[in-house]
């Protein structure tokens, strides 16, 4: 791909081209992705990387001086530079490599909560988190005895309710761990107004950027906040790598999750030492094609620019929903048209008397793929929305408007099987 002007819209179809699943067929029809929340496509540039590297210079990282050892250890180290640039982090010292945003939220849950959370202390998340921003923290709070606290939604189920989140911080939390994008509502959440608030109670500021770091500009300075969990393979990566953006004063103070090689610097009979940062949390072997190929997602994110993805998903959802409007017996979940800027590429929805998992079937039978079910957003979901699953549909780069109209084909596909009245 060549290099776009920051000013130009995405040219959808010569983007596709990079893709090579766009080519297969789907229930026998050209495929329509619209499930890029569960995990991103990954265009041809990152398979080729993948290739390369077990064809051209497959061999340990920071172990061997010959070429080719050389060669993958730059080619890893590099790809930690592009994420660091690519999030506002001052260097690869504050880019601890995991499998996944979960991972990397159990570390900190276990390497720094286990340190500094003591009975009766309070952790606060809220009503809108995934999974992997729940356990970790019920988890923490039955080790420790401490207090899980939650912020609650707004009267409308859309945001986050600023009362709730302030008489929260009035029990001065060890930790603030939040997500910046919902991955079931669409909703951005304000992180940067979060944290300054956290700081102020003393508390710890963790953000889950699963659903913001592929989709839009992420600047971990700006924002304030100590952590930054994010997943390579929403962000056109491989599956197998993610990564934890910390500060270089709070990963020093916190004990390494995993002992073995490549995270120490020295060990005898009786002691040990640690390696620099971030090399100290990565013990073994690590995950080599998934870091380089990690750097050229990155690379291919830089050339579309994160700025005209953001701008292209949000005339994507806008446009989503402007369609859904009119459709009868169809409930949407989280911000509406008039609050786009706080709504990420994420719809989900619900249609009167049919099942989610009957819809994604159906749609699946135009060649359309959505999620159906709680997406690991359990309370959310099924105690706050009162459902017992919803349907979702995400965008990214690769979509088009096109793509949302058969969509809403499929819908009235589905209230027709289902004899919905129109």
């Known amino acids: 791909m060549m290099a776009m002007p920051s000013n130009e819209s995405i040219d959808v179809e010569s983007i596709k081209k990079d893709f090579p699943i766009f080519k297969i067929r789907m229930a026998g029809k050209p495929l329509v992705y619209l499930d890029s929340a569960a995990t991103s496509q990954k265009p041809q540039q990152v398979i080729d990387s993948i290739v390369k590297y077990y064809s051209e210079y497959n061999a340990n990282i920071h172990r061997g001086i010959y070429e080719i050892a050389e060669r993958a250890t730059e080619e890893y180290t590099n790809s930690k530079a592009k994420l660091a ?6 260097g690869i010292e504050n880019i601890v490599y995991v499998r996944n945003t979960t991972e990397a939220i159990n570390l ?127 962000m056109l990566g491989p599956t197998g790598i993610g990564a934890l953006y910390g500060t270089e004063e709070i990963l020093d103070s916190m004990e390494p999750l995993f002992g073995g090689g490549d995270m120490i610097s020295a060990v005898t009979r009786q002691t040990y030492s640690w390696n620099s940062l971030p090399w100290k949390f990565e013990a073994g072997t690590s995950n080599i094609e998934g870091g380089i190929a990690f750097g050229a997602a990155i690379d291919y994110l830089n050339n579309v620019g994160m700025e005209r993805i953001h701008r292209h998903e949000a005339e994507l959802t806008r446009y989503a929903l402007e369609s859904l409007e009119g459709i009868k017996n169809i409930e949407v979940y989280g911000p509406k048209k008039e609050d786009i800027a706080v709504k990420s ?59 949302i109209d058969k969509a809403v084909a499929a819908i009235g596909k589905v209230k027709k099987i289902f004899k919905i009245k129109e």
Request: glycine fraction near 8%.
């Open 85 to 90: 640039k690519l999030i506002g982090a001052k």
């Open 108 to 234: 900190v849950a276990i390497s720094w909560g286990n340190a500094n959370v003591n009975k009766g202390d309070h952790i606060l998340i809220s009503d809108m988190e995934h999974h992997s921003n729940i356990v970790p923290w019920q988890l923490l709070e039955r080790r420790k005895g401490a207090v899980l606290d939650y912020i609650k939604l707004d009267s409308g189920n859309e945001r986050l309710d600023m009362e709730s989140f302030k008489e929260n911080l009035e029990k001065d939390p060890k930790i603030v761990a939040i997500t910046h994008a919902s991955n079931v509502l669409g909703t951005i959440n304000d992180v940067k107004y979060i944290t300054r608030e956290a700081k102020k109670h003393g508390a710890v500021v963790l953000i889950d950027g699963a659903q913001s770091a592929p989709h839009m500009p992420v600047d971990v300075g700006s924002i304030g906040c100590d952590f930054f969990a994010l997943s390579g393979h929403k």
């Open 345 to 403: 590429g994420v719809i989900s929805f619900g249609i009167k008397g049919v099942h989610p998992h009957d819809v994604a079937q159906i749609f699946n039978s135009e060649g359309i793929a959505i999620r159906a079910g709680h997406h690991c957003a359990m309370p959310l979901v099924t105690e706050v929305l009162n459902k017992g699953a919803v349907s979702r549909m995400s965008f990214y780069l690769y979509n088009s408007r096109e793509d």
